[in-house]
């Protein structure tokens, strides 16, 4: 009967007659030691691909997987961008977005965070979107002034549903006889969402054409066109769409690259297991 080599090299020293049984306690004694040196690397192992499988959805369901742009941060006439890159092969959803960073200040504290303005019916990140316990993405309507944050930026703040906070934006800033002055407005907390990661400490949601007139571009202009995949590893295989001269497209490997570098290489990890039979040579 034909047997693979592995299996045919264990039967062989299970079976064969031993007349020392110190011989034979060191070979049962061994057998048990590998025996729960591969259970162990098979459950950490499997618990290491169930918090990549977290990271994964948690982070990177949750933050831009792609995002096109251009050198002004500015694109025009982007709903007639949308239909053609929906054609592209992985590409799960294309939403407008305006991305950029500010300081949220409450009476107590003063947080930086990266701020989202998002029109809600076009909104796909289902991570973000299901986890608001909150409040809802509808209550983000045009010049509401409304946001939505994460638990930990709230507990950071020691804010509550409708209370009012100032967000001071390096974007927009304006000349005056006092001097050069940061754009700044307040909103009011519309709702909580709790991914269960780092983005619950800095993302904040609002309307897009809130947070347009708050870095003062115009209200139909967008900084990027936000993309998601069927999965988020997609970005190291996809093709990207032809791009104008000013236009360039960034994913998450240049913010989260750190967290998957294993994957992002394409590394694989092989366990060798060297016998050793009883003159001490190996098989």
Do not use: C
């Amino acid at each position: 009967m034909f047997y693979p080599l592995s299996l045919f090299i264990g039967l062989r020293y299970t079976k064969s007659k031993r007349n020392n049984k110190f011989i034979s306690f060191v070979s049962l004694f061994s057998t048990g030691g590998i025996t729960l040196g591969v259970l162990a690397l098979i459950t950490v192992l499997s618990v290491m691909n169930g918090f990549e499988a977290e990271l994964k959805t948690r982070i990177l369901g949750a933050i831009p997987q792609a995002v096109l742009t251009n050198n002004n941060q500015t694109l025009n006439d982007w709903e007639n961008k949308i239909p053609p890159l929906l054609q592209i092969e992985s590409v799960k959803s294309v939403e407008p977005i305006i991305n950029s960073e500010a300081i949220i200040q409450s009476t107590e504290q003063l947080q930086g965070i990266t701020f989202e303005g998002i029109y809600p019916e076009y909104y796909a990140s289902e991570v973000v979107s299901e986890s608001i316990y909150a409040g809802k993405l509808e209550n983000l309507t045009s010049r509401s002034y409304h946001i939505i944050i994460g638990r930990s930026l709230a507990r950071t703040l020691n804010v509550q549903m409708g209370d009012k906070v100032r967000i001071i934006s390096a974007r927009g800033t304006r000349f005056t006889p006092l001097g050069q002055l940061p754009s700044q407005r307040n909103f009011t907390i519309a709702g909580f969402f709790d991914v269960g990661s780092d983005v619950d400490k800095y993302l904040v949601l609002m309307h897009a054409q809130d947070l347009a007139r708050l870095i003062r571009i115009e209200e139909n202009q967008i900084t990027g066109l936000r993309f998601a995949f069927d999965d988020p590893f997609d970005v190291l295989t996809w093709t990207p769409p032809d791009l104008a001269t000013d236009e360039t497209i960034s994913d998450w490997r240049s913010t989260h690259g750190e967290l998957f570098t294993d994957r992002k290489n394409g590394k694989k990890y092989d366990l060798v297991i060297v016998v050793f039979n009883h003159s001490g040579s190996s098989l």
